[in-house]
């Protein structure tokens, strides 16, 4: 085949490629005012490193991934097909069913805090149905529209640079651009390469953001939240990064409840013998062992009080604040000192004791859930528990302590909505969602039917099987890690203005 200069194949090729080259620069164009939204969707950077950082990766790798799409895709068809007509209208296809693509992505990080995966598969295809079925008709022809206008776009732009070609080629705006996006792409690697070996958060904490970009560890993951302790994370470093400060904002609002069943007993038991554990048994009390709880004491009582992570534990006990839901529903608790504060009365609606010994209790008894003090050095553990609350019965899979005040309020008292608004556990009786969790000794708990996920301050992170009790070599789920820490962080938040 003969490809000298003078070849019209050669021609056409060369036209086709300088063609190729300006069709890219318009689709950076709109590539980088589409990932824009990737950017808003993070915390903003806290230094003036970290927002350079962010501007130089923004322009160099949006265009660098943008430029590899057309290396891979339409370079090949200019010198395979080169058919002037035909590769235009291929270009243009090719480039809407990319930015359509990083559309979708850009919508799933924006709402979820990460990009499309297979592992959160259901979580996103979850999203869109709800996304479509709010409004079918009106949504619908939303995206219609976006993916037509797209299509619009790169025929325009396509057809416009091939018919002033010879214009475009005299101008230097290659050459400039160019230079700028290579010169950003080497500096935002090198400004990468020093932050991950100084421990320098603000640039690490942009680590997959952006599309095909660093993938996220554990230690990015919990900076990006303001979970990392960065002091224990690096002792020699002489930051004056303190402990994050947490404030509980509850709802607005409450719903009232009607509380119109029978009181519920919760008892707190140190340890309980083997002849009561057979009486309990032989009434046909629900028994398990797979009731998650952290082994600090104050962490483990707190859970069970507030129905909320220790992560709020702080605030709450520092002002003496009793749950938010004991305005609706009325709480005592007794043997119990560092909760005094909430009071101890006969009529209340759910009653919380502690117990040296056996409690006494009946075939008659109301209501009521036995949950033996966890004993055990570590973080987390698992302990056993005994009830006659229906909504526990026959539950043989992983819960967490904050779930059994929700289950009580949601199931017992028929009050789901003042549960959901105010704590943070599911109801065991209809969550199909075996999933929660917890913050205590500083690590960051999640777990996800069988799997629990530990993430201590300083970065490091093991997981584990509940049942077994062995180490799991897995990778991480950082898409379920994203959700639990956005659960974790629901009251987090400041109050809406008036």
Same mark, same amino acid.
Request: some cysteine.
């Given at each position: 085949?003969?490809?000298?200069?003078?070849? #019209? %194949?050669?021609? !056409?090729a060369?036209?086709l490629?300088?063609w190729?080259?300006w069709?890219?620069?318009?689709?950076i164009?709109?590539? +980088?005012?589409?990932t824009l939204?990737?950017?808003?969707a993070d915390?903003a950077?806290?230094t003036?490193?970290?927002?350079l950082?962010?501007?130089v990766?923004?322009l160099s790798?949006?265009?660098?991934?943008?430029f590899?799409?057309?290396v891979l895709?339409i370079?090949?068809?200019?010198?395979?097909?080169?058919?002037?007509?035909?590769i235009?209208?291929m270009?243009?296809?090719?480039?809407? +069913?990319g930015?359509?693509v *990083?559309?979708?992505?850009?919508f799933?990080?924006?709402?979820l805090?990460?990009? +499309?995966n297979i592992?959160?598969?259901?979580?996103i295809?979850?999203?869109?149905?709800?996304t479509i079925?709010?409004?079918?008709?009106?949504?619908?022809l939303?995206?219609?529209?976006?993916i037509?206008?797209i299509?619009?776009?790169?025929?325009?732009?396509g057809?416009?640079?091939?018919?002033h070609?010879?214009? *475009?080629?005299?101008?230097?705006? #290659?050459k %400039?651009a160019?230079?700028?996006l290579v010169?950003?792409?080497?500096?935002?690697h090198i400004?990468?390469i020093?932050?991950?070996?100084n421990?320098?958060?603000?640039i690490?904490?942009?680590d997959?953001?952006l599309?095909?970009?660093?993938? &996220?560890t554990?230690?990015?993951?919990?900076?990006?939240?303001?979970?990392l302790?960065?002091?224990?994370?690096?002792?020699?470093?002489?930051?004056?990064?303190?402990p994050?400060?947490?404030?509980?904002?509850?709802?607005?609002?409450l719903?009232?409840?009607?509380a119109?069943n029978?009181?519920?007993?919760l008892?707190i038991? !140190?340890t309980l013998?083997?002849?009561t554990?057979?009486?309990l048994?032989?009434?046909g009390w629900?028994?398990?062992e797979?009731?998650?709880?952290p082994?600090?004491?104050e962490?483990?009582?707190?859970?069970?009080l507030?129905?909320?992570?220790a992560?709020y !534990?702080?605030?709450l006990?520092?002002n003496?604040? #009793?749950?938010?839901?004991?305005s609706? *529903?009325?709480l005592?608790?007794?043997?119990?000192?560092k %909760?005094?504060y909430i009071?101890?009365? &006969?009529?209340?609606?759910i009653?919380?004791s502690?117990?040296e010994q056996?409690?006494v209790?009946?075939?008659?008894s109301?209501p009521?859930m036995?949950?033996?003090? #966890?004993?055990s050095?570590? &973080?987390?553990?698992?302990?056993r528990?005994?009830?006659?609350?229906k909504?526990?019965?026959?539950y043989?899979e992983?819960?967490?302590i904050?779930?059994?005040l929700t289950t009580i309020m949601a199931?017992h008292?028929?009050?789901?909505?003042?549960?959901?608004a105010?704590?943070?556990?599911?109801n065991?009786a209809?969550d199909?969602?075996?999933e929660g969790v917890n913050?205590?000794?500083?690590?960051?708990?999640a777990? !996800?039917k069988?799997?629990i996920? +530990?993430?201590a301050?300083?970065?490091?992170?093991k997981?584990l099987s509940?049942?077994?009790?062995?180490?799991l070599?897995?990778k991480l789920d950082?898409?379920?890690l994203?959700?639990?820490?956005?659960?974790?962080?629901?009251?987090?938040?400041?109050?809406?203005?008036?």
């Amino acid at each position: 085949m003969n490809l000298s200069s003078h070849s #019209p %194949f050669s021609s !056409k090729a060369s036209q086709l490629l300088s063609w190729g080259h300006w069709f890219t620069f318009a689709n950076i164009g709109l590539v +980088l005012l589409i990932t824009l939204s990737y950017l808003a969707a993070d915390k903003a950077p806290t230094t003036t490193l970290g927002w350079l950082y962010m501007l130089v990766t923004w322009l160099s790798h949006t265009s660098f991934i943008t430029f590899c799409v057309f290396v891979l895709s339409i370079f090949p068809l200019s010198l395979i097909f080169p058919y002037p007509r035909h590769i235009r209208g291929m270009a243009a296809c090719v480039a809407t +069913l990319g930015i359509t693509v *990083l559309s979708v992505d850009a919508f799933v990080y924006f709402q979820l805090g990460y990009h +499309l995966n297979i592992q959160a598969l259901p979580e996103i295809l979850s999203l869109f149905w709800k996304t479509i079925s709010s409004s079918p008709a009106v949504n619908s022809l939303i995206v219609l529209a976006m993916i037509a206008a797209i299509l619009g776009f790169e025929l325009i732009v396509g057809n416009h640079a091939w018919r002033h070609l010879e214009r *475009l080629k005299g101008y230097a705006f #290659p050459k %400039f651009a160019s230079t700028i996006l290579v010169t950003c792409f080497a500096s935002s690697h090198i400004m990468h390469i020093w932050a991950d070996a100084n421990s320098y958060f603000d640039i690490t904490m942009q680590d997959n953001v952006l599309p095909l970009s660093y993938p &996220t560890t554990a230690k990015t993951l919990l900076a990006r939240h303001e979970l990392l302790d960065m002091q224990k994370y690096n002792q020699a470093r002489s930051l004056n990064v303190g402990p994050n400060e947490v404030s509980y904002h509850p709802p607005a609002s409450l719903s009232s409840c009607p509380a119109q069943n029978a009181p519920v007993n919760l008892y707190i038991v !140190k340890t309980l013998s083997e002849q009561t554990e057979a009486s309990l048994l032989q009434l046909g009390w629900h028994r398990s062992e797979q009731l998650l709880v952290p082994t600090l004491t104050e962490d483990f009582r707190f859970n069970l009080l507030y129905g909320l992570p220790a992560y709020y !534990k702080q605030p709450l006990m520092e002002n003496r604040t #009793p749950p938010v839901w004991s305005s609706r *529903l009325s709480l005592s608790v007794s043997g119990l000192p560092k %909760f005094d504060y909430i009071g101890a009365t &006969t009529n209340a609606d759910i009653r919380v004791s502690y117990h040296e010994q056996d409690p006494v209790f009946s075939e008659q008894s109301p209501p009521l859930m036995l949950i033996v003090e #966890p004993n055990s050095s570590d &973080t987390i553990t698992t302990t056993r528990f005994y009830t006659n609350i229906k909504a526990f019965e026959g539950y043989s899979e992983l819960f967490q302590i904050s779930d059994v005040l929700t289950t009580i309020m949601a199931d017992h008292f028929q009050c789901g909505t003042l549960a959901a608004a105010s704590t943070l556990g599911n109801n065991i009786a209809t969550d199909t969602l075996n999933e929660g969790v917890n913050y205590s000794r500083g690590v960051l708990v999640a777990y !996800k039917k069988d799997r629990i996920t +530990l993430i201590a301050q300083d970065g490091s992170y093991k997981q584990l099987s509940a049942k077994e009790g062995f180490t799991l070599d897995q990778k991480l789920d950082v898409p379920f890690l994203i959700q639990s820490i956005k659960r974790l962080k629901q009251f987090n938040r400041a109050p809406a203005a008036k």
